[in-house]
């Protein structure tokens, strides 16, 4: 399985971006597909997840900002990020896993992309 994530870059406070994560290799389209973010000198974090059906999950400290989306059959995902803050700075990494949605912890997710970098200038 590789994930390639793509759409990051340099913007203002207040911007929007639109992650995207393309999944190809033995990728099943059951496959929970995740964010997490990896701020400098920070853990990486869990941001959102998706199931194949299209239930989510959202960290409470970017709901309302951030929506997870994925076509279908769900090959592709995308993380839209609004309004975005100079904290939102990170690596955002994607994953997929095949535990099912509810997991937070990185160690639960099988295959991870290279990440995009997202920088936000205030």
């Known amino acids: 399985v590789q994930l390639q994530a793509s759409g990051g870059g340099l913007v203002r406070a207040g911007d929007s971006l639109r992650l995207s994560c393309a999944a190809s290799?033995?990728?099943?389209?059951?496959?929970?597909m995740a964010w997490f973010r990896q701020a400098p000198g920070k853990e990486r974090e869990f941001v959102a997840s998706?199931?194949?059906?299209?239930?989510?999950q959202i960290a409470d400290s970017v709901k309302g900002r951030f929506t997870i989306s994925r076509e279908n059959p769900g090959y592709t995902g995308y993380l839209q990020i609004n309004t975005l803050k100079p904290e939102d700075t990170a690596v955002y990494y994607c994953?997929?896993?095949?535990?099912?949605?509810?997991?937070?912890?990185?160690?639960?997710?099988?295959?991870w992309g290279q990440g995009t970098q997202v920088t936000v200038s205030s």
């Open positions: 998706i199931a194949w059906n299209g239930a989510t």
């Open positions: 290799g033995r990728f099943f389209s059951s496959y929970i």
């Open positions: 994953a997929a896993g095949r535990h099912g949605l509810g997991f937070i912890e990185a160690n639960k997710y099988d295959f």
